[in-house]
């Protein structure tokens, strides 16, 4: 009982953070929200019966784009930590076409980015389920910066409807890139020339096109921490995950 206290109260200071943090695990307490959502042809919203982030559904032709606002930067570091599902639902058996999580400077707050899209700088990590002819790798996790591919590996990503995969990727001040999905560790590396600037902030985009998935985010947590609140981020980032994890 001790501990589950001590973690409640740990969760609520991240949970109620000053500007650097963005938190929500979607249950309508204690949430973050979002500078804007935008969407087409559906999607794009928080479900709130079944808690969590819809950034498209198993729907062809759909873009969801979730942003938040500028968290500020004083230490260059970031980090994004959240569960994700993209699973066939109710629609095509072979899903498509993928997630993104921007970091960079965006010219309009109320567009549905195209996932693929790239902002005008920054840093785009994306999770890439569509399978055809045109994709170097097929189920893929790819990194880019500045318009840059700096990373791209093969990753089973698709799941069944109710199972979420926790994800979680960070830049050091220095640009040094950890990224992990499902508990193993996909890449660790430096990013030449990373320099985030205070303008830039997080975005949360999905699409399908003419094949689909349910694509949903629970458990989200996004920052910009200084350097006195890495380890209680590390630590509530943790147990925020844990509390609700599918």
Do not use: C
Not at 59 to 70: E, K, L, P
Not at 101 to 120: I, K, R, S
Not at 178 to 197: C, E, K, R, S, V
């Amino acid at each position: 009982m001790k501990f589950a206290l001590s973690a409640a109260l740990l969760l609520a200071s991240v949970s109620f953070a000053p500007a650097g943090v963005f938190v929500a695990d979607f249950d309508g307490v204690g949430d973050d929200a979002f500078s804007n959502i935008a969407s087409v042809g559906g999607g794009g919203f928080v479900d709130g019966a079944n808690q969590w982030l819809v950034l498209t559904n198993a729907t062809n032709n759909q873009r969801g784009t979730a942003y938040v606002s500028d968290l500020g930067l004083s230490s260059g570091m970031i980090r994004a930590s959240f569960s994700l599902n993209q699973s066939y639902g109710s629609g095509s058996t072979d899903q498509a076409d993928g997630l993104s999580v921007y970091y960079g400077q965006f010219n309009n707050e109320t567009t549905a980015l195209f996932d693929g899209d790239l902002p005008v700088a920054g840093l785009r990590v994306r999770y890439h389920i569509e399978n055809n002819a045109f994709s170097p790798v097929d189920e893929s996790i790819t990194v880019h910066y500045n318009g840059a591919q700096i990373f791209n590996q093969q990753v089973n990503l698709t799941t069944t409807p109710i199972d979420f995969k926790e994800t979680d990727f960070s830049v050091s001040p220095a640009g040094l890139f950890n990224l992990a999905y499902d508990g193993n560790t996909i890449f660790q590396g430096m990013i030449a020339g990373w320099n985030p600037q205070p303008d830039w902030q997080f975005a949360l985009t999905a699409r399908t096109g003419g094949r689909n998935s349910q694509q949903f985010v629970d458990n989200l947590l996004l920052a910009t921490p200084e350097p006195s609140r890495v380890a209680l981020l590390g630590l509530g980032g943790v147990l925020f995950a844990a509390r609700r994890r599918r």
